[in-house]
Nanobody, 126 residues
Framework: QVQLEESGGGLVQAGGSLRLSCAAS????????IGWFRQVPGKEREGISC????????NYADSVKGRFTISRDSAKSTVYLQMNNLKPEDTAVYYC???????????????????WGQGTQVTVSS
């Protein structure tokens, strides 16, 4: 049974940093891509970063490029999202998701992902 659990959200001042974790179970992390998404009320869920765990290739949305870094720890079956220089507009619920197509290149479209975590709130104060 595929399970994803996010953690690490919280309240931070603008310019600060947070590291989100996505703990995966029920599948072999190295074979699949993991994406990070975020959503604010009234807006569509936005893809911000992803990693193809088979080769470590990554992708970032322009809105976070240069500030956020995605990484993985295969031994811990965990994917991380390091978020630096946070801005108030980064405030959202953050989700991780798994693409269940074996070895597929990661993309930032939510329609490519099949399993989702419950989300973690990130709030950035100005």
């Amino acid at each position: 049974q595929v399970q994803l659990e996010e953690s690490g959200g919280g309240l931070v001042q603008a310019g600060g940093s947070l590291r989100l974790s996505c703990a995966a179970s029920g599948f072999t992390l190295d074979y699949y891509s993991i994406g990070w998404f975020r959503q604010v009320p009234g807006k569509e869920r936005e893809g911000i970063s992803c990693i193809r765990n088979s080769d470590g290739s990554t992708n970032y949305a322009d809105s976070v490029k240069g500030r956020f870094t995605i990484s993985r720890d295969s031994a811990k079956s965990t994917v991380y999202l390091q978020m630096n220089n946070l801005k108030p507009e980064d405030t959202a619920v953050y989700y991780c998701a798994e693409d269940s197509i074996l070895f597929r290149l990661c993309v930032l479209s939510l329609h490519a992902y099949d399993y989702w975590g419950q989300g973690t709130q990130v709030t950035v104060s100005s």
